[in-house]
């Protein structure tokens, strides 16, 4: 008897895998899924008569670089949520079911998400890219009551420090974009950073002996900036003024030597 049923069981089984025919994927919250939101989906298998029956299918998603992000089995009929990633690249996905030889693709789309993130730790106004598109916009930071226009251009997840820059004392902070106020940050302590005169601005390190400070209303700034620009851009022109002087004492070296050796032979 026993054998009878796991006889009956098996070949159950195997109608089922060869009456497998086709595969369908529905999205049942839409094609469409905003940055760090779940993919919702759906795979069916079907037989030759359009039943909707069991199986376990391979599931593979792709984003735009077609770099494989999601690899994993599910059960036919099962509705699935795919976590994507906390910041996935905006564009057209690929999602592929498979069944032995059967397979249906699919195209799904992760929506666009512009946004930042700002905080300030010391005197550094830090800004990260918390979307999944590049971001580039004007924004005007104001220390105090004096108001700096910066350009800032970051890749997604990409992040840059700005030095917040003003004689000591503490001062509310804020960051307007396109008139629309992102950031406030009260009581922050600056100390000036060593810089002479009373100059309030923004200190950009990856452009300094290209610019320095930005903005700022302090009568003593320009003259600051100008001693940063100086004092780090010059550098090169120390060691260039050394490597020309060197290099005139081995020739004044080498020519001593040359009218000795001519007083030897004579």
Known sequence: MKKIITLLISIILFSSLVAAETITVEFPNGDKVKSGADLTIKG????????????????????PSKSTVI??????KQIVNLNLGQTPIAGEWKLTIKYNEIEIT?????????????????SNLIIKNTGNIPYLKNMEIIIGETKTDKEISL???EQKSLTLVAPEGNYNVIV????????????VALRGKGLTGEAIGVLDESTL????????????????????????????????????FGAMILLAIERRFKKKAEKKEQ
């Open 71 to 76: 690899e994993k089995s599910i059960s036919s």
């Open 106 to 122: 699919e195209p799904f789309f992760v929506v666009e998400s512009e946004s930042v993130s700002f905080e300030i730790v010391d």
């Open 209 to 244: 002996g290209r610019g320095g400070i930005t903005g700022g209303i302090s009568p003593d700034q320009e003259e600051d900036s100008a001693l940063l620009g100086y004092s780090r851009g010059n550098g090169f022109v120390y060691v260039f003024i050394l490597i020309i």
């Open 44 to 63: 069916t298998l079907y037989d030759s008569n359009n039943n909707a029956i069991d199986g376990t299918l391979l599931l593979t998603v792709k984003n």
């Open 155 to 157: 890749a997604v997840g």
């Open 176 to 187: 307007n974009i396109e008139g629309k106020s992102v950031f406030t940050q009260s009581n």
